[in-house]
């Protein structure tokens, strides 16, 4: 199996910035996109962005473009979330996950094959 481990959660004030990791024990392959995801209480899970791992081909969900950057780093198989000018609305649980059978990022959850244990991010206003 894969294990995924997110890491960087936690409270800010609207208009501030955390920026997210997810280390990840994959070692065996080449090709494969990773993504984040999040999800509030009461809602359905919402795609938020996603690279492969390869080419470094990004794609992100409307609510965060222009605000998120999703970046790799291949040498520590390590995926980050850049999130910036926080805002209330996105507070949710965030979850990392990878598609084992993609060469291009994509935004349904049925394309990811695992799953982090997720990290809460919080934005007060």
């Known amino acids: 199996q894969v294990q995924l481990v997110e890491s960087g959660g936690g409270l800010v004030q609207a208009g501030g910035s955390l920026r997210l990791s997810c280390a990840a024990s994959?070692?065996?392959?080449?090709?494969?996109?990773m993504g984040w995801f999040r999800q509030a209480p009461g809602k359905e899970r919402e795609f938020v962005a996603a690279i492969s791992w390869s080419g470094g081909r990004t794609y992100y969900g409307d609510s965060v473009k222009g605000r998120f950057t999703i970046s790799r780093d291949n040498t520590k198989s390590t995926v980050y979330l850049q999130m910036n000018n926080l805002q209330p609305e996105d507070t949710a649980v965030y979850y990392c996950?990878?598609?084992?059978?993609?060469?291009?990022?994509?935004?349904?959850?049925?394309?990811?094959?695992?799953w982090g244990q997720g990290t809460q991010v919080t934005v007060s206003s």
């Open positions: 994959i070692r065996t392959f080449s090709s494969y996109v």
């Open positions: 996950a990878v598609d084992l059978a993609e060469d291009l990022p994509g935004d349904m959850e049925w394309e990811y094959d695992y």
